[in-house]
């Protein structure tokens, strides 16, 4: 039993919750304090490097969210057509765990190879990728600020297997979904603060990726959003410290001087 069963369905939860949480939670960092003390970037820098409005963000975010909730609905209406049983069973805890983790395995893994090809093919990192790079400095907000076909490509189809492949239910998909959505948003709030659970739980957090928006590090830390295992096992983890900055504030800094 779950609080949304007797208003909504799991498919449409499924659907929703997760653009619903998205701007929920980017919109909490949004309304936040300054913060100079925790930022990973001076506003300064954030002035001057970030080539992109904030309206074009926005209207770029709910675009791919368009997009995102499109596919969704055609995704859990196919697999609910083709399902033998109108009464969907939910299986155990141990094993809705157990497919959240290899669903999130399925999903570092696609993420990660496309990422790092739309790097390395110049006409994509060119034409597309790019788009996303012009947030030199991450904001919550722009977490899915993205081209379109890159959106479609990287976060909806790496949604789309991770669902099929781990054998979730629609109801296990929104907390995974949900999850995936608040994680991504994390990884590009630039800020380092005291107690973040994701900092505390992941090797891949906001400093690793913010490594990856410098100019240094775009040919690295490519795995997004979870564990960093890609990067590692194919060379292309890039390791850092937190430095503190006199003005305040930190500086995520490259430990070795790595060469293309």
């Known amino acids: 039993m779950v609080f949304w069963e007797d208003y909504l369905s799991d498919e449409v939860m499924g659907t929703f919750a997760p653009i619903v949480l998205y701007w929920i939670y980017a919109g909490i960092y949004q309304l936040l304090p300054p913060l100079d003390q925790y930022r990973l970037h ?45 009464v969907v069973v939910q299986p155990s805890l141990p094993i809705q765990l157990l497919q959240i983790f290899v669903a999130m395995l399925v999903m570092d893994t696609w993420q990660y190879f496309v990422h790092r090809y739309m790097h390395q093919n110049k006409f994509l990192y060119r034409h597309v990728h790019s788009q996303h790079h012009r947030l030199v400095v991450p904001y919550a907000i722009g977490a899915l600020y993205n081209h379109p076909l890159e959106g479609l490509l990287l976060d909806t189809f790496g949604g789309v297997f991770s669902f099929l492949i781990s054998g979730m239910t629609a109801r296990t998909a929104v907390i995974f979904f949900c ?3 608040v994680k991504t948003v994390d990884d590009h709030c630039g800020l380092w603060l005291p107690g973040n659970v994701f900092h505390l739980l992941f090797q891949n957090n906001t400093a690793y990726h913010d490594i990856h928006h410098q100019l240094q ?10 564990f960093p295992i890609w990067d590692k096992l194919l060379g292309t983890h890039m390791p850092y410290n937190l430095v503190k900055r006199p003005e305040g504030g930190f500086e995520a800094r490259p430990i070795k001087d790595y060469k293309d």
């Open 42 to 86: 001076t506003r300064k820098e954030t002035d001057e490097k970030n080539c992109v409005a904030l309206s074009t963000v926005i209207k770029g975010v709910l675009l791919q969210q368009l997009a995102q909730a499109t596919v969704a609905h055609v995704l859990f209406l196919i697999t609910s057509m083709l399902s033998s049983s109108e």
């Open 179 to 181: 999850l995936a959505v």
């Open 217 to 226: 590090g775009t040919k690295f830390n490519y795995s997004q959003p979870f």
